[in-house]
């Protein structure tokens, strides 16, 4: 099955910083998605993003889908942005999620 | 938010008994997941369902079984638990192929088997 690789593992920033995350793939995927665990447990999808670029808010990832990759960009981060943020790809329908990245924002 | 519930959200059981964990949608999308997550593993698929009657296993599936009667309804029994069972689980509804294709989760089901 697809591996999915994240990096980094954990993150500790200052509110305001800018950081970004990484996801590579061990297969091509149609299907990708970034979700973002809060402390609470509660998970949120980010965004559905097989290729190219989408922004929301201060958030945007790029994926490039020919070398197997994805980005997630956090921009002024701020101590709400903490959690944890997972990619996930596979071939249709069906998701391999990585481990994800610890974010922790500091004020 | 998409409309899914988990019930019951905390449940507590002994080794050996079967337990039923229920899954419950209101947005008619076609896909169901079971997934669990444990610290150091991310999520792992246990098992899915691509419409009524139709469920195949994931990757975790051993010691799980699962039923869609509905199509609102995706229920997971783990038919004699196991302290490795342990966990928290997590139910989640897409679509595919429709333009709409995010996978949206449940609130989870933290479930500890003593």
């Known amino acids: 099955g697809i591996q999915v690789e994240q990096s980094p593992p954990d993150l500790i920033l200052q509110e305001g910083a800018n950081s970004t995350l990484r996801c590579n793939f061990s297969d091509s995927v149609n299907n990708l998605q970034w979700f973002h665990q809060n402390p609470w447990g509660q998970l949120i999808n980010l965004f559905y993003i097989p290729s190219g670029t989408k922004q929301n808010g201060r958030l945007s990832a790029t994926t490039v889908a020919t070398e197997r990759y994805s980005l997630l960009y956090i921009s002024s981060s701020q101590t709400t942005d903490s959690g944890v943020y997972f990619c996930?790809?596979?071939?249709?329908?069906?998701?391999?999620f990585g481990k994800g990245t610890l974010l922790t924002v500091n004020p | 938010d998409a409309g899914i519930t988990q019930s019951p959200r905390h449940k507590v059981t002994e080794t050996g008994t079967p337990v039923t964990l229920r899954c419950h949608q209101t947005e008619n999308h076609r896909y169901m997941y079971w997934y669990r997550q444990d610290p150091g593993h991310g999520l792992r698929l246990i098992h899915y369902s691509y419409g009524v009657k139709d469920t195949d296993k994931g990757e975790v599936s051993d010691g799980y079984s699962v039923s869609r009667s509905k199509t609102e309804d995706f229920l997971l029994t783990l038919e004699s638990a196991t302290s490795s069972q342990t966990s928290v689980y997590f139910c989640a509804i897409s679509e595919w192929g429709s333009g709409t294709d995010t996978q949206y989760f449940g609130p989870g089901t933290r479930l500890t088997v003593l």
């Open positions: 996930a790809g596979g071939s249709n329908y069906k998701l391999t």
